[in-house]
């Protein structure tokens, strides 16, 4: 494994002052040329396919109850309870508070194989002392979660104490050890700029992160196409330094089957193929889910299905 620095701040500022700046017209211009690659029809089933195994199917709202985990929980397993043949998602994402139901209601569901996400360090603001931020995260663990979705301190960030981003990142990495993968959101739209996502794409990798995820779907933009390709070229070049493989989780705005396409074509043709799988891509998303079935019928049987084929969560 190689190691890009030694944990010092002087040696997180050194290596950032070596990182390429982002190109932005250019950045754009490809993003929108990638948008109207048009995939062919005998592909189409088979991206809608890997884009449900890459759903995060998310519900973080302040009116999250019981009953609507285990809702979600439900479909996670089984998307359409008319046809086996529809994969399961790739995690459930809820509030740590939640973590304990929606780990029960998998297993229930026969889904001990999908993981549950819990959004922790005083999610979506940042805003907390490090020792609530470690608690949230130890809390998420012990009920079940064994993926963590973290937020940066974008203040801290804009403010220039990258030292400061990079050292709550690696606490929560350490807390989270072996039993979790770490998910580090960057909330994109309050980064300003696209060097501003490339500079913390790669703090939270030097960091320990598995994944970084553009957004916590409460800030607009989000998840834009030009962002996603910013941060598959992190990875990429990432990965050409070290030989290891994050992940990146794109979430909020992408509601449709078109945008979820979109997703892959960036993912294969920027960081390449070996990125498309849910062990390295994920859509963070709620409404996606029913979007992906209602095509997928559409492919097997040329038609579309009632507005009641999906069920509203």
């Given at each position: 494994m190689v190691t890009l620095v030694d944990g010092s701040e002087a040696s997180l500022l050194q290596y950032l002052a070596k990182l390429s700046g982002v190109d932005k017209v250019g950045a754009d211009q490809r993003a929108a040329m990638l948008g109207t690659r048009s995939i062919k029809t005998s592909s189409k089933s088979w991206a809608i396919d890997m884009a449900i195994r890459m759903v995060d199917l998310t519900t973080l709202e302040g009116a999250d109850s019981e009953g609507k985990v285990r809702a979600i929980c439900a479909k996670a397993v089984r998307p359409d309870p008319n046809d086996f043949t529809v994969p399961s998602v790739g995690a459930v994402c809820v509030y740590n508070d939640?973590?304990?139901?929606?780990?029960?209601?998998?297993?229930?569901?026969?889904?001990?194989?999908?993981?549950?996400?819990?959004v922790t360090t005083?999610?979506?603001?940042g805003r907390a002392?490090?020792?609530v931020k470690i608690q949230d995260?130890?809390?998420?663990?012990t009920d079940g979660a064994t993926e963590i979705d973290m937020v940066i301190d974008r203040g801290a960030f804009l403010s220039g104490k990258l030292g400061l981003v990079f050292d709550e990142i690696?606490?929560?990495?350490?807390?989270?050890?072996?039993?979790a993968h770490l998910k580090v959101i960057l909330e994109t739209g309050e980064l300003v700029t696209y060097d501003n996502v490339r500079k913390?794409?790669?703090?939270?990798?030097?960091?320990g992160a598995d994944f970084i995820k553009t957004s916590?779907?409460?800030?607009?933009?989000?998840?834009?196409?030009?962002?996603?390709?910013?941060?598959?070229e992190a990875v990429r070049d990432y990965y050409l330094q070290t030989g290891i493989r994050i992940g990146v989780k794109a979430a909020g705005g992408i509601r449709t089957t078109k945008d979820a396409i979109k997703q892959l074509v960036l993912v294969n043709e920027v960081a390449g193929p070996e990125w498309l799988n849910p062990q390295?891509?994920?859509?963070?998303?709620?409404?996606?889910?029913?979007?992906?079935?209602?095509?997928r019928m559409k492919a097997d049987t040329g038609y579309y299905s009632g507005s009641n084929y999906v069920t509203l969560d």
């Open positions: 939640l973590v304990k139901i929606a780990r029960k209601n998998l297993d229930l569901n026969g889904g001990s194989h999908i993981p549950v996400a819990a005083a999610f979506p603001s002392s490090m020792k995260t130890r809390d998420a663990l690696k606490a929560i990495k350490e807390i989270c050890g072996e039993r913390a794409s790669f703090i939270a990798m030097l960091a916590t779907g409460k800030v607009t933009p989000a998840a834009t196409p030009p962002v996603v390709l910013v941060m598959l390295l891509f994920r859509i963070g998303a709620s409404a996606l889910l029913n979007d992906l079935l209602m095509q």
